[in-house]
Nanobody, 116 residues
Framework: QVQFVESGGGLVQPGGSLNLSCAVS????????MSWYRQAPGKERELVAS????????NYADSVKGRFTISRDNAKNTVYLQMNSLKPEDTAVYYC?????????WGQGTQVTVSS
């Protein structure tokens, strides 16, 4: 049974930081590329960051480059998203996703709100 446990979201002031975690079980985590997506109200879901199964290649959306860092710990079956210098436009539900060939799994999402 595939399970995702996402945590670390919440309310933060502009300029603040949050560290999201996504712990998974039910599949062979270290074989899967992992990604973080986000969806703001009234907008389409967009890719924020991705990391290869071995963690040797990372990609970021232009809007978060230099502020967000994706990482993973294959021993803990967990992927992280460190978010710094947060802006109000980063407000969204953040989802983690696992991909392996044609197979994909989604987490349930965690709310991030950036507001003063």
């Amino acid at each position: 049974q595939v399970q995702f446990v996402e945590s670390g979201g919440g309310l933060v002031q502009p300029g603040g930081s949050l560290n999201l975690s996504c712990a998974v079980s039910g599949f062979f985590f270290s074989s899967y590329a992992m990604s973080w997506y986000r969806q703001a109200p009234g907008k389409e879901r967009e890719l924020v960051a991705s990391i290869t199964s071995a963690g040797d290649n990372r990609n970021y959306a232009d809007s978060v480059k230099g502020r967000f860092t994706i990482s993973r710990d294959n021993a803990k079956n967990t992927v992280y998203l460190q978010m710094n210098s947060l802006k109000p436009e980063d407000t969204a539900v953040y989802y983690c996703k696992a991909d392996f060939r044609t197979r994909s799994y989604w987490g349930q999402g965690t709310q991030v709100t950036v507001s003063s």
